[in-house]
Every structure is written in C-alpha cells, then in structure tokens.
C-alpha cells in the first residue's frame, strides 16, 4: 500500500522518523520538481532517483511502483536534507508501505582507505577489497542537494549526448543565460527535447525559463529549431 499525503503536509521530517519507502520529492530549480525513493540504510540513506520530473511536485502511484530509475542510487545527507534543512528544499511526501528493493543487487558502494578498503551493498554486505577496486566504485559518503543535481546532469550528459553535443550545448548556454551551470537541467532537457525531435516541449521549456526576457526567448527557440532540423536529428 502506498499513501501520498504531499508537498504541503511535512515540510521537515526528523531523522529518526525517515522510513525505508519514503517517497521524497526536491525542487531542482524555480521549474522542475524531482522525485525519489529511500530503499536502503547503509550507515547512511540509500536512495533512488525517479526518471520522471515535473513542474508541480506530484508524482503517481504508477510511477513510484512502475518508474524506471534516472541515475544510479545515491548517497543522502537526510539529516541535512530533510531534517535540519540546511540546503535545497527536500521533503518528505509519502510511504509505500512493506518496501522491498527489486532493481539493486550487485550495486556496492565503497569504504574505508588502505588495507582497510572495504565495499558494502544495500543489504549491508560488506567485503574487503583492493585499493584499485575501491579507486572505481562509487562512495559510501553523504551527498547534499548540490552534489545529487550536479549528480543527475553528469549522468544526463553520459547517457544521451556525446562529446561534440556536449560542446555545442555548453557554447549554446553561455551566449544566453549567465546562470548557466546552476540551471544547466533546465538547458539540458530543453536541448534533448530539440533532439529527440519534441519540439513542442523543448519551446514549452525555454517559455517558462524566460518569462520576461522575450528577445532571449526567442533566439533560443530559434537555435533549438536549427539544431532539430540541422544537426542533432540526423
């Protein structure tokens, strides 16, 4: 069983009171609304992020139990998050109740230094491992709300644009927004629309960014239209 009970309702939820199944939902940017899931507790909170934003901070059953998966799992600082409150503005907007993790075996997070080196999954299995192997895995280390959005843009860049649209994107951006990289998932998701050749969403975006600047407005939409029929959509 699952229960929303929303954005208003719990602005802060104390640590001790956070629950494996906790649906929680961030607000990325002045536009979009991000969604994710507490699945595990590893010294820390263990979390998923749903591929799924919005600009209103509602999400679905459907969703939560159907949603595929963003980025890999993160690492959260929920004391910081969710308690004290002290970055972003995390909250606590539902349970699914009885939770069990279907989608993360095999997934480690590492630990310790030296011949102490050590890896850990979400159940809290724990080997020991070589320096090298703990060199690529990802840490066992509490991530705040701007370490988790520059996680979900790296992410984004790694497994839909290469190299030279990374390029084209970063000199597009830097002509028309001076807050680039702080609003670079607003940009990035208006580029990808362009490319994936959904221009009406990709317009809708740079509409609602730039409210009361209608000249960037408009040169932005034009350059989105020139890369969906020239460069990207090919």
């Known amino acids: 069983m699952t229960k929303i009970w929303g954005w208003d309702k719990k602005p802060r939820t104390m640590l001790r009171y956070i629950k494996l199944g906790d649906i929680f939902c961030f607000q990325y940017d002045d536009f979009t609304y991000c969604f994710g899931?507490?699945?595990?507790?590893?010294?820390?909170?263990?979390?998923?992020?749903?591929?799924?934003?919005?600009?209103?901070?509602?999400?679905?059953?459907?969703?939560?139990?159907n949603g595929s998966r963003l980025t890999e799992l993160v690492v959260l600082d929920a004391y910081s998050l969710f308690d004290r409150k002290t970055e972003g503005e995390w909250r606590i907007i539902g349970h699914q109740e009885n939770y069990t993790t279907s989608d993360a075996e095999g997934i480690y997070f590492a630990w310790g230094i030296?011949?102490?080196?050590?890896?850990?999954?979400?159940?809290?299995?724990?080997?020991?491992?070589?320096?090298?192997?703990?060199?690529?895995?990802?840490?066992?280390?509490?991530?705040?709300?701007?370490?988790?959005?520059?996680?979900?843009?790296?992410?984004?860049?790694?497994?839909?644009?290469?190299?030279?649209?990374?390029?084209?994107?970063?000199?597009?951006?830097?002509?028309?927004?001076?807050?680039?990289?702080?609003?670079?998932?607003?940009?990035?998701?208006?580029?990808?629309?362009?490319?994936?050749n959904k221009m009406e969403q990709a317009e809708k975006v740079i509409k609602d960014y730039f409210r009361t600047n209608e000249e960037s407005r408009k040169k932005v939409i034009e350059e989105l239209r020139k890369i969906n029929a020239n460069l990207w959509k090919a």
């Open 37 to 65: 899931q507490i699945i595990a507790k590893v010294t820390f909170y263990i979390a998923k992020i749903y591929a799924y934003t919005s600009d209103k901070p509602i999400i679905s059953e459907d969703i939560i139990h």
């Open 114 to 196: 030296g011949s102490g080196c050590r890896k850990s999954d979400i159940f809290n299995n724990t080997i020991d491992i070589s320096e090298e192997e703990w060199k690529v895995l990802p840490k066992l280390a509490p991530h705040g709300d701007y370490n988790v959005k520059s996680h979900i843009v790296d992410d984004i860049y790694g497994k839909h644009m290469s190299d030279q649209e990374l390029g084209l994107f970063m000199d597009y951006m830097k002509h028309y927004d001076t807050y680039v990289w702080e609003h670079r998932y607003i940009w990035i998701k208006a580029f990808l629309y362009a490319k994936y």
